[in-house]
């Protein structure tokens, strides 16, 4: 049991990997952040990112040090410069597993874990020289270790090392995980304000380091951080347009799943548990700043494809042990079994794409 989340692993391996430096690596983002990474291995410098020989601060360095760990290891080409992508969709896969496992049911991280491997975006992304899957996997393990470390106190630099990696990733965003750490530690009295000292110092040192010494050099670093950040957002925005573009995009993204997702969400409020809450307010502090950016692009969504994945079948399995349960195994493995169908449709329909 305590193997199994080599399931989902195992058998979505070739969807990572398969041909994954076949072909050459696609302007802009790929041959950018390849070369970015290529120039950390040249300089040496692993704090101040160049690229053309200019300053480059559009996005922190978490990304480009994997891509410039592979380089150095490996050498340089397409492969390595998706590799660390892969490795992380693939770990995305097991912390899934594992956060359905924490909050809900083993069956539930299992399902979700599986399922997300068939979201043709999360794939993709994936299997590119990108940054999108790498966030992904820091949300992900970010909001395990909180989970676990607001039980035991050990976990607590872990947590303090995800979360200055996940600021260190993409630029903004990451400040939307912020309201779901405080829920999951809201009236935590097992803490004292000394088990806080070390783990916030080390947050200060890692994320806010690098923050300081952007920010001391290239004065124009905090505009760019924002501007980039922002993608474009302003009050005066269309809001309402700019959602129902982001609900085209994530139905684009997650497929099929995305009726029965909404469907749980809605549904998952009325339960009033705080593990629904925490995956809840997540999707909302993450969605709020998309309402006011026309700039929004569907890879910008992939870290809430788990999350609402993980909905579905947590919510499923909530409701049916709470209101059925003599039967809820037996009626979960019809909703398996239905899950399976479009799990096996969607990748039929992505394979060669």
Known sequence: MKLLFLIPALLTLPLFFYKLGQTSLVSWDEAWY?????????SGDLINLTWNSNPYFDHPPTGFWSMALT?????????????????AGITSIILLYLLGKKLFNPLVGLSSA?????TIWFIYRSRSGNLDSILTMFFLLTLLLATVAVEKKKYLLSLSISLSL????????PLTIIPALVLIFYK????????????TLLFLSIA??????????????????????????????????NLNLAKEYLHSGIGRWFW?????????????????????????????????SPKIQIWHLIPLFPILILIYFGFTFVFLEKYLPKWKYQIYSIILIFSVFIYVTQIRMIWYQ
């Open 71 to 87: 380089y150095k290891i490996f050498g340089v080409n397409e492969f390595w410069t998706r590799f660390p992508s892969a490795i």
């Open 166 to 173: 996940l600021f260190l990733t993409k630029t903004m965003v």
């Open 34 to 42: 390849g070369e970015i990474a290529r120039n950390i291995i040249k």
């Open 260 to 292: 029965p997702v909404v469907l749980s969400l809605i549904l998952s409020i009325f339960l009033t548990q705080k593990r629904f809450f925490i995956l809840i307010i997540f999707i909302i502090s993450f969605a709020l700043p998309i309402a006011f």
């Open 208 to 241: 806010g380091g690098w923050f300081i010494t952007q920010f001391i050099q290239y004065p124009e670093f905090i505009q760019t951080y924002l501007g980039v950040g922002l993608r474009g957002a302003n009050l005066g925005s269309t809001y309402l347009a």
């Open 114 to 118: 599986i399922a997300l491997s068939s």
């Open 188 to 199: 935590n009295r097992a803490y004292k304000l000394r088990n806080l000292i070390l783990p």
